[in-house]
């Protein structure tokens, strides 16, 4: 039995003295996993992804990740779990003045490869992406979709266990939205956990085997926190 | 980890602005500044030292109630170890000097004329031995120190030298200040690539390594144009003046001090290299 790569222990976060966007999120995520993470504007979805790629701490409960709880970690120990982590954002957070190829190197770079082992890797994804001849293209003169896949090449390159995506489909077309959901779905294949925050019902329809996360007005609408909701199945009542 | 030691593919994460930031300018004006009041305090330094070292072992025997008993001070004077030169000085000269404020009256055959015996003592001999013989032959005799005469303006000496160093630390300290801002300054405009960098996984060292070889760079650079224009200034000031070296018996600086200088700009990149890390560690430390 996999075991388990997220584990959520009433969970709280709040930013600054405002009023709590997160509340006793309580679950667990299997290794391995396929999970779409949905709710309103405003549930909290963005707030959970920065739990999950740390870049919050939660302020209160405990929040493991890859079986060690890093919810008071010293913070010189998080780029070594960030390695583990790629990250699709919905803003892209591509670095404008490098170009397409050093964007998605970034990770090999960082992570102290090379350049003999970072450029098959990175041409081979680009090429994946569909971005072979983009490659010396910086993204202001690269569209949306295009900024788009170059994020995803980013965040999957360096074969991350856990794939955080936000929206990964939303700037491009049904057949790349099919390219990029072949990808994760590929990735997950291998091994690798996938959370997508999506408002696209189609690729949650598109996804047989995924489990779906529901959060609303911060609160995750599955009390039993085993998150067993089919995609497609109706959503229970939030949870008080 | 050698901090300059970065790849191309890292040189271009932080694209360097060169001469056109405002570092390499405000190291130059700052460099400027502190190496022509470091010469300044080095020339004060070896006046001061040259005049030292010329009176060093000169004094005077001053007889004030007449030049009758001045053979007998310069016996005594001349019986003592060490003692070498021992010469009255002429009183034609003594008339010349005082003409100076008695004007023609200095030349009246009437006017009483201290005796002014210049002695010059050997190295290791004791002024207070000689002393005390002379005023043993001659009760009325002042065996005086060219240095206790000068001992005012060497010590102005003193305090203008000790004044410049001063000035030398605070100039590096508002140097460090400006490059603890322009560090903190360099962290927002690349903000966006930093947080992105963080996010992938980079450690601070990292991030920190990208900046502080582009700040050291810009400091050297700033710090070799400022130390050109502040070793241009200093020759047409050392050529122009030879006042300094006529008094002093010396050129104000020498090589010795010219090594000094030149190491100064080093030394506030140097300086700026290590500020610079301490300012972006720790305000990388302010983030997750």
């Known amino acids: 039995m996999a075991g388990t790569i997220v584990e959520f222990d009433r ?24 999970y779409f993470l949905t709710g309103p504007s405003g549930a909290g979805k963005t707030s959970l992804l920065k739990l999950l790629y740390l870049a919050q701490r939660p302020t209160r409960g405990r929040m493991s990740l890859f079986g060690d709880q ?50 098959g890797p990175v041409r081979e994804m680009l090429a994946w992406v569909g971005l072979a001849d983009r490659a010396s293209a910086r993204p202001p003169t690269l569209s949306g979709g295009e900024q788009q896949r170059v994020a995803i090449a980013r965040a ?27 990808l994760l779905t590929a990735m997950n294949k291998l091994g690798t956990t996938v959370i997508v925050a999506t408002h696209d019902v189609g ?21 039993t926190g085993l998150l067993r909701h089919p995609p497609g199945a109706p959503s229970r009542a939030a949870a008080p | 980890m050698n901090s300059f030691a970065i790849s191309d593919a890292d040189r271009r994460l932080i694209p360097s602005s060169g001469l056109r ?36 072992h000169r004094y005077s025997i001053q007889i004030a109630d007449g030049a009758a008993k001045a053979p007998a001070a310069i016996a005594a004077a001349r019986a003592q170890p060490g003692v070498g030169r021992v010469n009255q000085v002429d009183p034609a000269e003594l008339r010349r000097t005082l003409e100076r404020w008695l004007g023609p009256a200095s030349a009246e055959a009437d006017l009483p004329l201290p005796a002014v015996i210049d002695v010059d003592l050997k190295p290791g001999a004791d002024p207070a ?24 303006l060497l010590k102005a000496l003193r305090g203008l030298t000790l004044l410049a160093m001063g000035l030398v630390l605070m100039i590096a300290l508002a ?93 506030i990149a140097l300086l ?3 500020v610079a890390r301490i300012a972006l560690v720790r305000a990388l430390r302010e983030r997750l």
């Open chain 1, 156 to 182: 999957v390159i360096a074969r991350p266990e856990l794939v955080i995506a936000d929206e990964p489909t939303g700037n491009v077309d049904a057949a790349m939205a099919e390219r990029i959901l072949h």
């Open chain 2, 175 to 267: 140097s460090a200040a400006a490059i603890v801002l322009a560090a903190r300054g360099a962290l927002d405009t690349h903000r966006g690539t930093i947080e992105v960098m963080h996010g992938i996984g980079a450690t601070d060292e990292q991030v920190v390594r990208l900046f502080v070889r582009q700040i050291a760079v810009d400091a050297l650079l700033g710090g070799m144009a400022g130390a050109a224009a502040a070793g241009l200034t200093i020759a047409l000031i050392i050529g122009g003046a030879g006042t300094a070296t006529m008094l002093a018996g010396a050129p104000p600086l020498g090589w010795n001090d010219a090594i000094w200088l030149l190491m100064l700009p080093l030394a």
């Open chain 1, 203 to 223: 690729l949650i329809a598109a996804t047989p085997g995924a489990q779906l996360i529901r959060l609303e007005n911060g609160l995750l609408v599955d009390p």
């Open chain 1, 11 to 34: 969970v709280g976060l709040r930013y600054g003295t405002g009023a709590e966007v997160l509340r006793d999120l309580d679950f667990r995520l299997g290794e391995g996993g396929f």
């Open chain 1, 70 to 119: 890093l919810d008071h970690a010293p913070r010189e120990a998080l780029p070594g779990y960030r390695r583990r982590i790629g990250v699709v954002f919905q803003d892209f957070r591509l670095i404008r003045h490098l170009s397409a190829f050093d964007n998605v190197a970034l990770p090999l770079r960082i992570a102290g490869h090379g350049e003999a082992e970072v450029e």
């Open chain 2, 272 to 274: 700026a290299t290590q």
């Open chain 2, 21 to 56: 930031g405002p570092v390499p300018l405000l190291i130059a004006i700052m460099t400027f500044v502190m190496v022509v009041v470091a010469a300044a305090g080095l020339a004060l330094a070896n006046t001061g030292a040259v005049i030292r070292a010329g009176v060093e």
């Open chain 2, 129 to 152: 031995a000689v002393a005390s013989a002379i005023r043993k032959a001659v009760p009325s005799a002042r065996f005086v120190g060219h240095r206790t005469s000068l001992a005012p």
